[in-house]
């Protein structure tokens, strides 16, 4: 079995507009304390992410209640849209972007027949000036929005996903390691 890592690396990741630069800070180490500790300052979009309901819907549930059957399993990498929303329309349950976004008018059509999207991206719906859009079409539906993969290594076909995010009880959403099973 070959193990395709897709997550961003952080510190070092892409970051949305306005969102804080991902830091890691020793507040220990081996020589002066006899074990290393680090401290973590990100936000819980940072790198490769999970948007949970609570991103975009008032009421909604955060990254602790994300369906964990939703994030793991068999997987298209595509990067045409057309095609994805054709095999999500078949049964397709899991599809990831490559090099393209997807509009509100896609969302609709993947609403209630995928259970998660994910994307090179950094958001849904960027390229189409849709965010907010696609986020809540998407996420009303159920849909698990896997963001900020990094998919260099990553050829368009089929795979079986793992990618779980954090149990962060009631956080909008939350930083996941992301591969692909092949």
């Known amino acids: 079995m070959k193990i395709t890592d897709i997550s961003a690396k952080i510190p070092g990741c892409r970051v949305y507009p306005g969102d804080p630069v991902p ?3 020793a507040i220990s180490d081996i020589a ?17 992410h999970v948007d949970a309901p609570a991103h975009f819907l ?15 399993g068999e997987c298209t990498v595509t990067s045409d849209v057309k095609t994805a929303v054709e095999i999500a329309e078949r049964g397709a349950k899991r599809i990831i972007f490559k090099g393209t976004d997807i509009t509100a008018d896609d969302a609709r059509r993947l609403a209630g027949n995928i259970l998660l999207v994910g994307t090179d991206g950094l958001s849904f719906g960027e390229m ?22 990094s998919l260099g290594e990553a050829k368009c076909g089929e795979y079986v996903l793992v990618a779980l995010p954090l149990r962060l009880a009631g956080c909008d959403g939350s930083p996941v390691r992301a591969v692909l099973l092949s």
Do not use: F
Request: hydrophobic share 40%; glycine share 14%; net charge negative.
């Open 32 to 48: 002066a304390d006899g074990c290393a500790l680090s401290m973590l300052s990100l936000c819980s979009h940072s790198g490769t």
């Open 23 to 25: 830091k890691i800070a």
């Open 128 to 149: 189409s000036g849709e965010q907010e859009a696609v986020h809540k079409i998407l996420l009303s539906a159920g849909t698990v929005l896997l963001e900020g993969l």
């Open 58 to 72: 008032a009421g909604g549930y955060g990254a602790d209640r994300i369906p964990l059957e939703n994030c793991i």
